[in-house]
């Protein structure tokens, strides 16, 4: 939005190509000190919509199940819509138009949050400012990031208590940065907080779930609100005496119910990110120390399947007490992410084609490949193909988070259309009719016949039938061995309570709307 007031749009596909190369081209056309973007898989976003709350331009992130039920709601009040490129409504239309159904942007945000079955966080242009709204139970992260005047960072930097006391010495006797250097001179707001340090932003904390704040450029200030700070920060800076200056005006306060995805730290967070002060790199590597001191398999070496198995293994390597190697590398220059394409053939062709085994590391050796997750099981077993034919002589994997049961109802960041797209649920249905067969012999003959499993009992690690599931998915995906997390370690490597993450697609529990 330039300093008129004029929003400028402009939406790409970048399912073959790199967000850089569609953007770079057009960045001089982009005026003024303030916008908003997101990278939408399915959705042409932003929407920029004209109301009696004024001109706003929208983006949102999450799933909206009762979509149709919205849409149909909305018509029904003579309200149109105009994006319809994929063959039915826009939810981020959706959105935007039942937040006008609000007298403020406060009162439409709450709207959606309470209408909407499923999640939804967004972030919203208008003249005054921006908006930020994290979903209602915090299913996804927003991150706040400030840029101070002469470069300040909020949050000491270096993990020690030493490096903080010295970084704090030099901000102040109290612990704040003079109001003369420390003024803050932009705030921003992300999903993932990896995308402030090379825009000379510093994390400074999270919206809780719920919450919708606003930033605007009356809103400046040498210090944010005590409890918009990251952890680290809270724990370092005088809390007592902090004071806020109107940095984020509240629209609406934070609830108390958080549900954050657990799987953000095991597969979709960037490694240098964080969630609820939570680094996505050092869950993993304890998760890997965790399995591998757990772990009696003899191995030589550990590798992982890049990316998002990488820190896993180095943790593992650790725990276990053996070297990591890159028996497979990553090549990315002409493939993009192998998730991206909506096709299932040209997603396999292209995980394939990225990943190129070394076959002098996999010769002769018994291996540990570390992976986030078996989710239909056919990459992997294509993966441990290729190591087999590349001279492995025994391919034991570890997943890093538990089987996953159920499709996410919550988040719109797989293209599982179904849970019987599930390897696991697979083996479930096929185990399920074998039981209920065997119960309607033994009826016939006259016995009691025996009543099957509950979906429980897949879930459950200790019990003999999640077990014989392991060992099936084992046999058909060609391991030599398989070990996954179990929920209980997961959670304990995350480092929140239970009740704070969502891990339905673990073991179905989480609020449902």
């Known amino acids: 939005m330039n300093e008129q007031g004029i929003i400028k749009r402009t939406i790409h596909r970048i399912e073959n ?32 919509l004209r109301s009696h709350l004024g001109t706003f331009a929208i983006v949102t992130v999450g799933k909206i199940n009762n979509l149709e039920e919205l849409g149909n709601e909305l018509i029904s009040k003579g309200i149109n819509f ?12 959706v959105v935007g138009h039942l937040i006008t159904l609000g007298q403020t942007f406060a009162e439409g945000i709450l709207l959606v949050q309470e209408k909407i079955r499923g999640s939804c966080s967004m972030l919203i242009l208008t003249q005054e400012g921006m908006i930020a709204a994290r979903d209602r139970y915090g299913r996804t992260p927003i991150a706040i990031g400030i840029r101070r005047k002469n470069g300040h960072s909020p949050i000491p930097s270096g993990d020690s208590k030493a490096s903080s006391e010295t970084s704090f010495a030099e901000s102040g006797a109290d612990g704040t940065v003079p109001a003369s250097e420390g003024e803050i001179t932009a705030i921003a707001f992300a999903s993932e907080s990896c995308s402030f340090p090379n825009l000379d932003f510093q994390l400074a904390g ?53 549900q954050i995805c657990a799987f953000l730290w095991v597969y979709y967070g960037f490694p240098t990110s964080a969630y609820e002060g939570i680094n996505v790199e050092e869950v993993r590597f304890r998760n890997g120390v965790k399995m591998g001191r757990e772990d009696d398999v003899e191995v030589d070496t550990v590798c992982s399947i890049p990316d998002s198995g990488t820190g896993m293994a180095m943790g593992y390597a650790v725990g276990k007490g053996v070297p990591y190697r890159q028996a497979v590398a990553k090549y990315t220059p002409t493939w993009p992410r192998s998730f991206m394409p909506t096709d299932i053939e040209r997603r396999a062709l292209v995980a394939r084609m990225k990943l190129l085994p070394n076959t002098d590391v996999l010769k002769g050796a018994r ?17 441990a193909d290729v190591f087999f034919r590349n001279g492995a002589k025994e391919i034991h994997v570890r997943i890093s988070c538990p089987p996953l049961v159920y499709k996410c109802p919550f988040l719109n960041f797989t293209t599982t259309r179904t849970d019987m797209e599930l390897i696991t649920r697979r083996y479930i249905h096929a185990r399920m009719q074998e039981l209920q067969k065997t119960g309607q012999d033994d009826r016939a003959q006259g016995n009691s016949g025996k009543l099957g499993p509950d979906l429980c009992q897949f879930i459950d690690h200790t019990t003999p039938e999640y077990r014989q599931m392991v060992e099936n998915i084992r046999k058909e995906m060609n391991f030599t061995s398989l070990k996954f997390n179990n929920i209980e370690g ?9 009740e704070s993450l969502c891990t339905y697609c673990f073991d179905g529990s989480g609020c449902r709307d």
């Open 367 to 383: 291996l540990v490949c570390c992976d986030d997750s078996i989710v239909r099981g056919t990459q992997m077993k294509k993966n």
């Open 490 to 498: 997961l959670i304990s490597s995350i480092g929140l309570p239970k």
């Open 206 to 258: 999270f919206l809780g779930p719920g919450e919708a704040v606003q930033a605007s450029s009356s809103c400046r200030a040498t210090s944010i609100d005590v409890k918009y700070q990251s952890a680290e920060y809270q724990e370092l800076s005088y809390s007592d005496d902090f004071e806020w200056r109107g940095s984020l005006k509240m629209l609406l306060p934070p609830r108390e119910k958080l």
């Open 82 to 93: 105009s994006e319809l490129s994929t063959g039915q409504v826009n939810p981020t239309e």
């Open 17 to 48: 190509s790199y967000f850089r190369n569609k953007f770079e081209d057009e960045l001089n056309e982009f005026t003024g000190n303030k916008g908003i973007g997101v990278i939408s898989d399915n959705d042409p976003q932003p929407i920029v």
